[in-house]
């Protein structure tokens, strides 16, 4: 499993909008800005995130965008789970997937589950709260 670009900025977006939350609506380009991204890259990101209802717009002046939640209120799972899919190591374990012929004899299956289970509950007991500390040590 590999966490793809979009979930690697889409977490950096949020942390920068939970460093910023008290200054109201931030416009996509200063955090574009902040974090050295392509502000294109993100018009692609933003209204996963907005729809999902993680994040808040408003357009014109003053607009830009905020957490909905509070920092401690987002995981990291819910994140990348949201921009990656579920995570999944191996395709028998992707949402939807057809089940497998093999499945019953897999000598591997188990292995695959415990890990995808142990993926799942690491990112799950991080929150965006605990990546905005520095000393921060997951």
């Known amino acids: 499993m590999m966490i793809s670009t979009r979930g690697r900025y889409a977490l950096r977006v ?6 910023h939350n008290e200054s109201g609506y931030i416009p ?4 574009a800005a902040r974090q050295e991204l392509s502000l294109k890259y993100l ?4 209204p996963i995130l907005t729809k999902n209802n993680l994040i808040m717009g408003v357009h014109g002046k003053g607009g830009g965008y905020r957490l909905v939640r ?4 987002y995981t990291i799972r819910e994140i990348l789970c949201l921009m990656d ?3 999944a190591p ?3 374990l992707e949402c939807g997937a057809e089940p497998c012929e ?15 289970k142990l993926t799942l509950d690491y990112f799950g ?13 997951n």
Not at 14 to 19: G, K, V
Not at 28 to 31: A, G, I, L, T
Not at 70 to 73: A, F, G, H, I, M
Request: some cysteine; aromatic content about 6%.
């Open 14 to 19: 949020m942390i920068d909008l939970a460093e």
């Open 28 to 31: 996509m380009k200063d955090v």
């Open 43 to 46: 018009e692609r990101i933003l």
């Open 70 to 73: 509070q920092p401690y209120e």
């Open 85 to 87: 899919g579920n995570l």
């Open 90 to 92: 191996v395709a028998c």
């Open 102 to 116: 093999k499945a019953s004899s897999c000598r591997t299956l188990k292995m695959w589950q415990g890990f995808h």
């Open 125 to 137: 007991g991080i929150t965006i709260d605990d990546l905005m500390r520095k000393d921060s040590e």
